[in-house]
């Protein structure tokens, strides 16, 4: 059974400090997406990491994906208000094409 | 620019009532998809269609129906409502084949079944 597991499931913390969020999963894959969703709203893509060693970064969220480990970070530098929501990591695996996703991480960054 | 879009919002049925969500997307994506979204759960797949006229199960497909009407539209349909079918449900769009995008999602349908 293939498994996409996020940790922590919840996190608080505290404006201006830094935090990761880790993905790992149980499949041969190097497709890994992150997305996020605002309270009662739809998902919203965030990242695409393509390959091995991949790093996106956007503001202050910065994505990376280790393909033998099978293991995705997104990391949170100098939290704001603003990105307090819920986090999503979804896995397409090299045979299929369905994706797998994990079961996300909320987060509430607290002033 | 409307993206995917479901209908209804809302929807509150009674235990054995039937209905059906409707999804449709206009950006001439190939493989469309049902989710549903359970508290600590994520999002699991219900059912899927890679292309148009072709439909497969996905993790929790029983007690549900789906239709590929056309390249554009996807309905999902609930035959018998169950309490257990109280969800938030997703479609969601890709283009098949490129990897540079991920899903694109639509607003989500509520449904509780009393």
């Known amino acids: 059974e293939l498994k996409v597991e996020q940790n922590p499931l919840f996190l608080s913390m505290q404006e201006g400090k830094n935090y990761t969020i880790y993905c790992n999963y149980s499949?041969?894959?190097?497709?890994l997406y992150w997305y996020r969703q605002d309270p009662g709203k739809s998902l919203e893509s965030l990242f695409v990491?393509?390959?091995?060693?991949a790093v996106k970064q956007e503001g202050r969220l910065m994505a990376s994906l280790d393909t033998k480990a099978r293991l995705s970070t997104l990391h949170i530098t100098a939290a704001v208000h603003d990105l307090s929501a819920t986090y999503f990591c979804?896995?397409?695996?090299?045979?299929?094409?369905?994706?797998?996703f994990g079961t996300g991480t909320s987060l509430t960054v607290i002033p | 620019n409307a993206g995917v879009t479901q209908t209804p919002k809302f929807q509150v049925l009674k235990t054995g009532q039937s209905m059906t969500l409707q999804c449709a997307q206009d950006?001439?994506?190939?493989?469309m998809y049902w989710y549903r979204q359970d508290p600590g759960m994520g999002l699991r797949l219900i059912y899927y269609?890679?292309?148009?006229?072709?439909?497969d199960k996905g993790e929790v497909p029983n007690g549900y129906n789906v239709s590929r009407l056309n390249k554009r539209e996807f309905s999902l349909r609930l035959e018998s409502a169950a309490p257990s079918q109280t969800s938030v449900y997703f479609c969601?769009?890709?283009?098949?084949?490129?990897?540079?995008?991920?899903?694109?999602f639509g607003s989500g349908t509520r449904l509780t079944v009393v």
């Open positions: 269609s890679a292309s148009e006229g072709t439909t």
């Open positions: 990491l393509l390959s091995n060693g």
């Open positions: 969601a769009s890709t283009r098949g084949g490129d990897l540079n995008y991920g899903y694109t």
């Open positions: 499949t041969t894959s190097d497709r």
């Open positions: 950006m001439n994506h190939n493989s």
């Open positions: 979804a896995v397409l695996p090299n045979t299929g094409n369905q994706f797998y």
